[in-house]
Nanobody
């Protein structure tokens, strides 16, 4: 059974940092492209960052320079380091594992940026 479990969300003040983690099981993790998405209340889910199987990364313009995605294939984990957080980063953050037409989603973790 495939599982993606996100953790690390919480409440943080503007300018603060959080590190999200997504632990995968049931898949050959190193074969999968890993993404982070987020969904704010009343808004569509939006793409945040991607890390390819070879470690190449890509970011949405809104988070470029503030967020860093990384992966540990041995631990089957993808991380999202989020620095200089802004209120507009408030959302539920989801990890996604994809391989060709296959997509797996986690249940999400809430990030709230507020003073």
């Amino acid at each position: 059974q495939v599982q993606l479990v996100e953790s690390g969300g919480g409440l943080v003040q503007p300018g603060g940092s959080l590190r999200l983690s997504c632990a995968a099981s049931g898949i050959t993790f190193s074969n999968y492209v890993m993404d982070w998405y987020r969904q704010a209340p009343g808004k569509q889910r939006e793409w945040v960052a991607t890390i390819l199987t070879n470690g190449v990364t890509n970011y949405a313009d809104s988070v470029k320079g503030r967020f860093t995605i990384s992966r540990d294939n041995a631990e089957k984990t993808v991380l999202l380091q989020m620095n200089n957080l802004k209120p507009e980063d408030t959302a539920v953050y989801y990890c996604n594992a994809r391989l060709l037409s296959i997509n797996y989603w986690g249940q999400g973790t809430q990030v709230t940026v507020s003073s």
